[in-house]
């Protein structure tokens, strides 16, 4: 299975984006969600949703600005980011957790190639 994120690009503070993350084929994952990694800092979660049911997490930095969800029958999941801040700047990645704690990156198995996101003040 590999994951092929989209939706990156510049924008200014106060916009929107909305990413997109689909999946070559159907899987079982136990989450599929975004991190993101700033230039000389390290990767941290933003966003998750678990494959079978709906529940989500997002982290505090995001929580009402971004929203994630899920196309179960098309096998993506998106990221709907609002009221973008230049803080948000950095390369997303999505990726799929099979097991462990739903906020660590080395809880998640398989990992798309990133799509930047630029917010310019």
């Given at each position: 299975?590999?994951?092929?994120?989209?939706?990156?690009?510049?924008?200014?503070?106060?916009?929107s984006?909305?990413?997109?993350?689909?999946?070559?084929?159907?899987?079982?994952?136990?989450?599929?969600?975004?991190?993101?990694?700033?230039?000389?800092?390290?990767?941290?979660?933003?966003?998750?949703?678990?494959?079978?049911?709906?529940?989500?997490?997002?982290?505090?930095?995001?929580?009402?600005?971004?929203?994630?969800?899920?196309?179960?029958a098309k096998?993506?999941?998106?990221?709907?980011?609002?009221?973008?801040?230049?803080?948000?700047?950095?390369?997303?990645?999505?990726?799929?957790?099979?097991?462990?704690?739903?906020?660590k990156?080395e809880?998640?198995?398989?990992?798309?190639?990133?799509?930047?996101?630029?917010v310019?003040?």
């Amino acid at each position: 299975v590999q994951l092929q994120a989209s939706g990156g690009g510049l924008v200014q503070a106060g916009g929107s984006l909305r990413l997109s993350c689909a999946a070559s084929r159907t899987f079982d994952y136990h989450y599929m969600g975004w991190f993101r990694q700033a230039p000389g800092k390290e990767r941290e979660f933003v966003a998750t949703i678990r494959w079978r049911g709906s529940p989500t997490y997002h982290a505090n930095s995001v929580r009402g600005r971004f929203s994630i969800s899920k196309n179960s029958a098309k096998n993506t999941v998106s990221l709907q980011m609002n009221s973008l801040k230049p803080e948000d700047t950095a390369v997303y990645y999505c990726a799929a957790s099979s097991s462990g704690d739903y906020y660590k990156p080395e809880s998640y198995d398989l990992w798309g190639q990133g799509t930047l996101v630029t917010v310019s003040s």
